[in-house]
């Protein structure tokens, strides 16, 4: 069963890469794209364990870094921190889909202002209202959601895990 | 390691992070990537491509289907885009072509610089299929006058016969009726050149005729203006003998064949007089 796991999240992984590198660039509607790497990983957080997460995170934000940033390293550091933030949020295993998906909102906000705040830092000079209005929060509502999509796709795979124990 | 990473997994995750970010500030502002970006780009480019390639094919299906008015709307500027520039492409190749006939005749007038020239290009032409008779731009206001000689770079392409202030009707050498006193550049025989000579309704030449006798004329011989009548200056190019008719024909003694391509003339040189 753990096999099926791992198959199933390194294909997600690679999907979610691929998502953010490649194919959600190109078909962003009105430059709204979810941080799909993120999604999975907090996905995997809520629905697996947080060291699955951890290795997502960093595997999957170094990756993206290595190809489209050019401060390597900020990704799998944002990713890293949201998920330690996202295991100290309160939520047990009756928590509902909704609230789980305002979390994983809100820590994707969280992630992209801190992106957004580097990138000010190194010299980028923009509107943190405009960012935060027009391309932080749609992208932050958009992951969400897909967080809470890939945790409907896991769950069955968890209940099969816990049967199968 | 193995306990610490199932016991504290926070703790991993907070000084992966702190590393991460040490890194991040490390490599800002780089420009070069280490062997380690590269390897790992080199390694998920291609299949980054495919993938792109894939997505772009995708993203435009959807597009045309979804977004049919877009596409109609960029496909009616780029039609009108696409017109624009045919109808400038044509404008620079007449211009082209035009550069090339006028440096033609500049060269002409360059290599008789004894002669004053005026340039007239060719307004109108009857519809005779032979062209006997062709209109130009430049009349009596621009000095031309009755009786000139109308050349250009191919050679002698006819006379003024009516001048009107600002137009001048050229009859060509095509013209049945026109003559020219000629000579053979080659042994300076004279002779008189008119008429056309035609075979199955076709123009071949114009007939030469009125050499002497004993005058060697050979096929490929050039056929220059003499000077004699006062019209045609001496020396101007006329054509090449193409052959040459029987002894006893009587009628002419050779068939000429000018260079000029009468039905397509779209600037003449008149000589408007000579130096001294």
Redesign the interface.
Known sequence: MALKKYIALTVAFLVAF?LD???LP??NLFHMVPFVMLALMLAAEQVFS??TA?VIG?LG???ED??CE?????T??LC??S??AY?KLPKDSDTKPLILGLYCAILALGVEMLRAL?SYV?GMRFSFWNAALYGALPRALLTGLWALGYMALFRPLLKRQVDAV | MKKL??NR??L???L???????????????RTASR??DM??SA??P??EA??RT??RV?GFFTRVFFPSSLQQENERLTKLLAAYERRLILYDAMAQENARLSELLDYASSNSNFYFMTAPVSARNMNPYVDTITVRGGSRNGVAEQMAAVNAQGIVGRVIEVGATYAKIRTLQNDDMRISVMVERTRDEGMLGGLVLEDGQLVGLKLYYLPKDADLQVGDTIVTSGLGGIFPKGLYVGKVLYLTDEDNGEYDACVQSDVDFEHLEEVLIILGKEG
């Open positions: 691929f590198t490649a194919i190109q078909w947080i060291q951890l960093a934000g170094l990756g290595l190809l050019n401060m390597i390293g900020l799998p550091a890293l921190l998920a330690v295991a580097a190194i | 990473w199932r997994p926070i991993i995750a907070l992966a992070s702190a590393l991460f970010l040490a890194l991040a500030a490390l490599t800002v502002g780089r380690a970006e790992f780009s998920v480019l299949v980054q993938v792109s997505t772009e993203t």
